[in-house]
């Protein structure tokens, strides 16, 4: 595709509800990287991919969080049991091999996800 | 841990000035530097990248400087317009496989 699309756009749950935010790099896009944004603030890692495999998972919070990427395309991000906490927005960002880009990251809209 | 400190408050410059924001880090000087653009409601987009042994980038009307013995780099928006304004991101990459470090951002109002 164009860019990369993230989905839902906007995430009501009520805490304690399971919520999966989906990812869809730029087509060709080797690497994928998710990230957490509170209001006023940059975005934090949260866990980054290469094809399939989960090379880094540092940055997720707590085992209720939980990311795949099961055929080194589309990814989603799960969350399980929300808390208030988790309400932020959701970023996925690709990027691609070449020797001059491989370092720009591409970002997708972010996913919104409010917590009730 | 590394920490990225940018001017917390906004900064209003009247349209036609050159911008100046501040990037400033702690501990080990990163690998590469990078500044970001982001508008309300989108995802960052990515500006320009500098490395630990250059001095200065350009790209049409935008400078970035890295000063390693500073521990600082400054983004520059020459003949800045309205729609500059925007949040600006700096961004650490400690090493080539490292993952990127986001400062908290700092919000420019170009005032026409």
């Known amino acids: 595709g164009a860019g990369v699309s993230q989905s839902p756009r906007y995430k009501v749950a009520k805490r304690g509800q399971d919520v999966a935010l989906r990812c869809d790099p730029i087509s060709g896009h080797v690497s994928l990287f998710w990230y957490q944004q509170a209001l006023g603030q940059g975005p934090e890692f949260l866990t980054y991919?290469?094809?399939?495999?989960?090379?880094?998972k540092s940055g997720l919070p707590s085992d209720r969080f939980f990311a795949e990427r099961p055929e080194g395309s589309v990814s989603t991000l799960k969350i399980q049991r929300t808390q208030q906490e988790d309400s932020a927005v959701y970023l996925c960002a690709s990027t691609g091999t070449g020797v001059k880009t491989r370092y720009e990251q591409y970002f997708g809209p972010g996913t919104r996800l409010t917590v009730t | 841990s590394q920490k990225i400190e940018q001017n917390s408050e906004a900064l209003n410059i009247q349209e036609g000035k050159t911008a100046t924001l501040t990037c400033n880090y702690t501990?080990?000087?990163?690998?590469?530097l990078q500044w970001y653009r982001q508008d309300p409601g989108r995802g960052p987009v990515f500006l320009l990248l500098?490395?630990?042994?250059?001095k200065e980038k350009r790209k049409e009307r935008l400078k970035v400087t890295f000063d390693t013995t500073l521990k600082q780099s400054l983004f520059h928006i020459t003949a800045s317009q309205p729609a500059d304004s925007a949040t600006y991101l700096c961004a650490l990459l400690m090493n080539r496989d490292d993952k990127i470090i986001f400062g908290k951002g700092t919000r420019l109002h170009i005032l026409p």
């Open positions: 501990n080990y000087s990163p690998a590469y």
């Open positions: 500098i490395r630990e042994n250059e």
């Open positions: 991919f290469q094809n399939e495999a989960q090379l880094d």
